[in-house]
């Protein structure tokens, strides 16, 4: 998606074509207050910007099959150098009872808050997040197997496992923690501040406590998919704001579009009853359309302090190294915070049936973190269009079209062409002016 120019036509056509205003850089991060505009950029070739943003995502590929049909594609995406990504994403293939099961996933540790509170600015836990939750799907994937002896398990129970292990995932960055306290939170709230500091700061002997309480301080949404050996069923885990779409051939060159997953925020009615509900008589549950009036995502993995009673955050958080200079921030939410937890990380499970008759007809599933969808905006459903229209067919392969999906997607969603994309990719500017993105287009 690209704008309209955020100066005068006069002003544009003074201009020299290696300047862009700040409406021409796609999504919403970037705006006025980024100014003096216009801003440079570097007006790369074709192929040159081709070879950047490969350069910079760092597409990969999972085949998991025979042929070129199975295959999955992803990448990681943020152009400024300065600002590490918050993004992640996994593709893994599943070995249970002798059978190949396939995950992929991303997960959005966010960019920024504008609230400075500790959850979803670090990457420790999504960089947890992407490794593990791979390892304990399958755990429970081969737990289900033994208890059926090898028999076929019906989809519905198999999604019950499937959320089984996403909590069982998260339940742990808590208790991990609450772990190193014999008698639990209770113990830890009558221990004195230095010896709560000496039991979690131990960097200084491997820092395994340490490394275990920063999980704490940190949050990811995720949207994990799961492929049956037999590639005939699909379950989709979300939680947060990370978009699944499925986009099948009905005929050659003819396509659906299906967006498969909905947004845990505050623009969710449903999501909001739920708190509220679950929160009788605490008006202060949601404010401004954020849980505490702090965080925006209603569901995700880790953010410890929404989840757990306070003196979790002020007896064990607050001592973790290098402590808190200024609690005033993290006090607005935890006053109130009077029944947690007011973060859900019980994923919203759907199963969708894959139907196998479709002979050569090409189904896709693409899975992004919101970076993507804040770039395409009103027009995501325009850019995959174009994506798919300039796919290359079974056979051949354009010169000047990467392979890699994913990264054929991005390249369409940075506006399609040389000089969009350059702009997305070299602007002149010391901040970050677009969100992490990372996606995974996967053939069903």
Known sequence: MLAGSGGSAQQQEAQPPSVAWYDEIPGSICGPEDGPWPRAFTNLTTSEAWNKLSLV???????????????????????????????????????????????TAVFDGALFNEFNLPGHLGDATVQHAAHHVPIIVREFLEDLDKKHGGRIVPPPLIADVFSSAIRAFDDAIANDVLELFPGGLHAAIGMPDQQIHTILNDQLVGGENFKRARLCMYGTTALVALVDPDHTNLWLANLGD??????????????????????HNGQNKREVERVRREHPGESECIVDDRVLGAIAPFRCLGDTPFKQPPEFTRRILYNLFPGNRDISLW??????????????????????????????????????????????????????????RNMPVAGGRSATIPPNRALQLLWQ???????????ALTLDLDVPWLDDISIVVQSL
Not at 244 to 263: A, D
Not at 333 to 341: A, I, S
Not at 413 to 423: A, C
């Open 413 to 423: 969603g940075l506006g399609g062409e040389s000089v969009s994309v350059s702009k």
């Open 331 to 388: 006090e607005e939410f935890l006053v109130r915070n009077k029944t947690p937890p007011y973060i859900s990380a019980v994923p919203e499970v759907t199963h969708f049936p894959l139907d196998r008759s479709q002979g050569p007809l090409r189904r896709y599933l693409i899975l992004c973190s919101d970076g993507f969808t804040d770039i395409c905006g009103q027009h995501q459903r325009s850019v995959i269009d174009r994506w798919l």
């Open 57 to 103: 995502s760092d597409p990969q590929s999972l085949a998991y099959g025979t042929g070129e049909k199975w295959r999955a594609d992803a990448l990681n995406f943020q152009p400024f150098s300065g600002a590490r990504s918050q993004d992640r994403y996994a593709m893994q293939q599943l070995h249970v009872g002798g059978r190949i099961w396939t995950l």
């Open 242 to 263: 990370c978009q699944g779409v499925m986009v099948s051939e009905t005929s050659p060159q003819v396509w659906s579009y299906e967006v498969l997953t909905r947004v």
